[in-house]
């Protein structure tokens, strides 16, 4: 039996777009409203820990609220062809949601909180329980904070996403505009034998090397990718 292609996906906010939540950049943004110094840096957690905790409690809310969309089921079936892993930069969990087995977060996870203290432990909020507040401390009695990466800090997955990348026959990029490093750096790692699709509505900047650009949203990208990846297999 034929070894499975590594189908390697690359998702940003745009991929979460039709289950209702929102991009960071560009119209309706998160950044348009909020300011990247006052919720998304350890300044800003030094600053006023409860308007941080505030926000990410309000991005629970509005997780709890919506379901995967088209586009994150299509990645899930595509496994049934394709040894898929997907290196996300989405905090929310739809990806798993929607049955997808081979998720990495680069900057975190929504329904997670963290220790302050040396340990860093991590703990699993509920859909019952998802608010947390200055007070909510940890076994050992250090303040828990969001387990998401901000700005500055450092990428613990990195090294993994790097070596999932180079595996890659097939490389696909979905609803991120590449604004954000390291991440956005992970088209360096690419084979230059694979075959390399992005799928954005607008406009993104790539440039180097050979790229199919489906300008399509998510949902309807993807039903076309599945088409073209079934024809060529
Ligand atoms: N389907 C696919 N893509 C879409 C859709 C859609 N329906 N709607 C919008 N997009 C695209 C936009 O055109 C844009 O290129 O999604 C992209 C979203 O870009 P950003 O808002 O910059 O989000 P992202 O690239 O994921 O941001 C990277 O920045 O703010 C930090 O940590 C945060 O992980 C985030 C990182």
């Not at 329904?111 to 507040?133: A, I, W």
Request: charged share 25%.
């Amino acid at each position: 039996m034929n070894k499975k292609k590594k189908l390697v996906v690359l998702t940003g906010a745009g991929m979460s777009v039709e289950s209702g939540l929102s991009t960071f950049r560009g119209a309706g943004g998160l950044w348009g409203k909020e300011r990247v110094e006052d919720v998304a840096t350890i300044q800003a957690w030094y600053r006023d820990k409860q308007k941080v905790l505030d926000f990410y409690n309000l991005r629970r809310k509005e997780l709890l609220g919506v379901k995967p969309n088209e586009g994150h089921l299509i990645l899930a079936e595509l496994e049934k062809d394709f040894d898929v892993e997907i290196i996300t930069q989405n905090v929310d969990n739809l990806h798993e949601q929607a049955g997808s087995t081979h998720v990495t977060h680069l900057h975190g996870e929504l329904m997670k909180v963290r220790s302050t203290g040396p340990g860093e432990e991590v703990f699993d909020l509920t859909t019952d329980n998802y608010e947390t507040h200055v007070g909510d401390l940890c076994p050992k009695a250090y303040q828990l904070r969001p387990y998401i990466v901000w700005f500055g800090e450092a990428v613990p997955e990195m090294e993994k996403a790097i070596n999932i990348t180079e595996q890659s026959d097939i490389f696909v990029v979905i609803g991120t505009s590449l604004n954000v490093y390291p991440a956005a750096g992970l088209l360096n790692y690419v084979p230059s034998g694979a075959v390399v699709y992005l799928i954005d509505p607008n406009d993104v900047n790539v440039n180097g090397r050979n790229i199919t650009i489906i300008k399509k949203g998510a949902g309807e990208g993807l039903k076309e990718l599945k088409e073209i990846l079934n024809n060529k297999e």
